[in-house]
């Protein structure tokens, strides 16, 4: 089965990424999308290799080319799933769809496709996982867990540049606002209650 050969062929391309955008995320976030997609009634064939090619070109996060990942992504797909057999309609909606799906993007995709790659890809940066994910982050760009003046951000902007906390407030807990599909939002709703009671916990230890 092509997307079989196609997972192959993702899974070796990331094998040197980052913990936070490695194929394990690729895992996760197909697990995800094909969970919205049986409740949304779309095509399994479809999400499942906008999945798997929606970080086939991915920067780190301190790189001035990171900003472009999503549209390298889209780009690189194309020669991709042309090569395993996709219809060139089918190509235009996941190239599409991988374009639009990223945070920094700040796009609102047109497709089913295109919006449950973004929700999908959007809850793996939430509850346990995305804890995990954002400290990962934080760890490799050598940032302070914390502000020691203002850990919380009661008092001040967020500055997920200088201290990884910050990126809690200055995305994370936003995220459930951008779901598009319903079951996005209430999955993303759920997590959202973990990064509390996680945040909760911490005002406490420090």
């Not at 899974?11 to 394990?24: C, G, T, V």
């Not at 509850?127 to 850990?151: K, W």
């Not at 200088?162 to 319903?182: G, Q």
Request: aromatic content about 6%; charged content about 35%; some cysteine.
């Amino acid at each position: 089965m092509e997307i079989e050969k196609l997972k192959k062929y993702v899974k070796k391309r990331l094998i040197r990424n980052d913990p936070a955008h490695d194929f394990e995320h690729i895992t996760r976030v197909l697990k995800n999308a094909i969970m919205i997609s049986r409740k949304e009634k779309a095509s399994i064939k479809m999400i499942t290799a906008a999945v798997l090619l929606h970080d086939i070109v991915s920067y780190p996060k301190s790189d001035p080319r990171s900003k472009n990942s999503s549209t390298e992504s889209a780009e690189k797909s194309k020669n991709i799933l042309k090569k395993y057999g996709f219809s060139q309609n089918e190509i235009d909606t996941i190239s599409d769809a991988i374009r639009d799906h990223s945070f920094s993007r700040g796009a609102t995709p047109k497709t089913l496709v295109g919006k449950i790659l973004q929700d999908a890809d959007r809850l793996d940066a939430l509850g346990a996982i995305g804890i995990a994910r954002t400290f990962a982050v934080g760890g490799a760009e050598d940032r302070p867990f914390y502000s020691n003046v203002d850990p919380f951000c009661i008092k001040r902007t967020p500055d997920d540049k200088s201290w990884t906390l910050d990126h809690f407030y200055k995305k994370l807990l936003l995220l459930e606002k951008t779901m598009n599909t319903k079951t996005g939002k209430i999955e993303a709703r759920k997590r959202i209650k973990i990064m509390k009671k996680f945040l909760d916990e911490l005002k406490k230890e420090i």
